[in-house]
């Protein structure tokens, strides 16, 4: 996956508005994966923001959705539950 010539995009995509990404509620953390589409993995890089939930888009105020792109790179959201340490 690293290899893909558009990972170093998505990566300073990734570095440029993580503080961003993560102070949005149910945000947990950002990394950097491939676009999965109706749970299928795709060959589009892609800035992955993990949630603890996904909310309807009518239930966020506007300051807290997340954008389907940034500066061009796919934004996939992808609901991973609550993690706990034990």
Known sequence: MSSHPDMQR???VQAKYIDELMAKPHVIGVGIGMKQ?????TDIPALVVMVDEKIPLEDLDE???IPAELEGVAVDVQAMGNFMAH
Do not use: H
């Not at 589409?37 to 993995?41: A, D, L, N, P």
């Open 10 to 12: 998505v990566s300073y």
């Open 37 to 41: 589409t109706g749970g299928e993995i």
């Open 63 to 65: 300051e807290d959705i």
